[in-house]
Nanobody, 113 residues
Framework: QLVESGGGLVQPGGSLRLSCEAS????????MVWYRQALGKQRELVAS???????NYADSVKGRFTISRDNAKNTVYLQMNSLKPEDTAVYYC?????????WGQGTQVTVSS
Protein backbone atom coordinates (compact mmCIF):
# COMPACT_ATOMS: atom_id res chain seq x y z
CA GLN A 1 0.00 0.00 0.00
CA LEU A 2 1.23 3.47 -0.91
CA VAL A 3 -0.07 6.64 0.74
CA GLU A 4 0.76 10.05 -0.72
CA SER A 5 0.59 13.28 1.22
CA GLY A 6 1.78 16.86 1.03
CA GLY A 7 -0.32 18.24 -1.78
CA GLY A 8 -2.21 21.50 -1.59
CA LEU A 9 -2.64 24.99 -2.98
CA VAL A 10 0.49 27.07 -3.53
CA GLN A 11 1.24 30.31 -5.31
CA PRO A 12 3.44 30.38 -8.42
CA GLY A 13 7.09 30.32 -7.40
CA GLY A 14 6.30 28.45 -4.20
CA SER A 15 7.37 25.04 -2.97
CA LEU A 16 5.78 21.82 -1.79
CA ARG A 17 7.17 18.48 -0.66
CA LEU A 18 5.20 15.38 -1.48
CA SER A 19 5.65 12.16 0.46
CA CYS A 20 4.75 8.61 -0.45
CA GLU A 21 4.93 6.09 2.36
CA ALA A 22 4.92 2.38 1.67
CA SER A 23 3.75 -0.33 3.97
CA UNK A 24 6.10 -2.79 2.30
CA UNK A 25 9.05 -3.97 4.40
CA UNK A 26 11.17 -4.52 1.27
CA UNK A 27 10.67 -0.91 0.14
CA UNK A 28 14.39 -0.44 -0.38
CA UNK A 29 14.29 -2.91 -3.28
CA UNK A 30 11.60 -1.04 -5.20
CA UNK A 31 12.02 1.31 -8.15
CA MET A 32 9.92 4.34 -7.24
CA VAL A 33 8.28 6.75 -9.64
CA TRP A 34 6.27 9.95 -9.36
CA TYR A 35 3.68 10.61 -12.07
CA ARG A 36 1.19 13.41 -12.52
CA GLN A 37 -2.04 13.81 -14.40
CA ALA A 38 -3.53 17.17 -15.20
CA LEU A 39 -7.22 17.53 -15.93
CA GLY A 40 -7.96 16.31 -19.44
CA LYS A 41 -4.40 15.15 -20.06
CA GLN A 42 -2.57 11.85 -20.02
CA ARG A 43 -0.60 10.74 -17.00
CA GLU A 44 3.07 11.65 -17.37
CA LEU A 45 6.24 10.55 -15.62
CA VAL A 46 7.74 13.27 -13.44
CA ALA A 47 10.71 11.64 -11.71
CA SER A 48 12.06 8.26 -10.75
CA UNK A 49 14.60 6.81 -8.36
CA UNK A 50 16.20 3.37 -8.35
CA UNK A 51 16.86 1.24 -5.31
CA UNK A 52 20.46 2.44 -5.54
CA UNK A 53 19.47 6.09 -5.59
CA UNK A 54 19.93 6.95 -9.27
CA UNK A 55 17.42 9.55 -10.40
CA ASN A 56 15.76 10.64 -13.61
CA TYR A 57 13.51 13.62 -14.38
CA ALA A 58 11.15 14.85 -17.03
CA ASP A 59 12.61 17.79 -18.92
CA SER A 60 9.75 19.99 -17.71
CA VAL A 61 10.80 19.64 -14.06
CA LYS A 62 14.61 19.36 -14.26
CA GLY A 63 16.30 21.83 -11.97
CA ARG A 64 13.07 22.48 -10.03
CA PHE A 65 12.04 19.09 -8.62
CA THR A 66 14.10 16.63 -6.59
CA ILE A 67 13.18 13.03 -5.90
CA SER A 68 14.71 11.27 -2.90
CA ARG A 69 14.06 8.27 -0.72
CA ASP A 70 14.48 7.33 2.92
CA ASN A 71 14.52 3.56 3.10
CA ALA A 72 14.48 3.59 6.89
CA LYS A 73 11.11 5.34 6.72
CA ASN A 74 9.82 3.43 3.67
CA THR A 75 9.19 6.82 2.06
CA VAL A 76 9.93 8.52 -1.23
CA TYR A 77 9.77 12.30 -1.52
CA LEU A 78 9.28 14.82 -4.28
CA GLN A 79 10.57 18.28 -3.43
CA MET A 80 8.99 20.76 -5.81
CA ASN A 81 10.40 24.27 -6.05
CA SER A 82 9.67 27.21 -8.35
CA LEU A 83 6.22 25.82 -9.00
CA LYS A 84 4.33 26.94 -12.08
CA PRO A 85 0.60 26.87 -12.88
CA GLU A 86 1.32 24.13 -15.41
CA ASP A 87 2.50 21.90 -12.54
CA THR A 88 -1.11 21.71 -11.37
CA ALA A 89 -2.13 18.04 -11.39
CA VAL A 90 -2.87 15.01 -9.29
CA TYR A 91 0.46 13.48 -8.34
CA TYR A 92 0.78 9.72 -7.94
CA CYS A 93 3.59 7.53 -6.74
CA UNK A 94 4.25 4.06 -8.09
CA UNK A 95 6.37 1.23 -6.76
CA UNK A 96 7.84 -1.25 -9.22
CA UNK A 97 9.54 -4.54 -8.56
CA UNK A 98 9.76 -7.33 -11.06
CA UNK A 99 6.46 -7.49 -12.89
CA UNK A 100 4.43 -5.86 -10.14
CA UNK A 101 3.29 -2.23 -10.05
CA UNK A 102 1.64 -0.60 -7.06
CA TRP A 103 -0.01 2.82 -7.16
CA GLY A 104 -0.96 5.32 -4.52
CA GLN A 105 -4.29 7.14 -4.46
CA GLY A 106 -2.85 10.47 -5.58
CA THR A 107 -2.55 13.91 -4.04
CA GLN A 108 -3.75 17.15 -5.63
CA VAL A 109 -1.28 19.96 -6.29
CA THR A 110 -2.73 23.28 -7.39
CA VAL A 111 -0.48 26.17 -8.35
CA SER A 112 -2.47 29.38 -8.57
CA SER A 113 -2.44 32.97 -7.41
Amino acid sequence: QLVESGGGLVQPGGSLRLSCEASESTFSLYFMVWYRQALGKQRELVASITSGGSTNYADSVKGRFTISRDNAKNTVYLQMNSLKPEDTAVYYCKAVRGGANYWGQGTQVTVSS
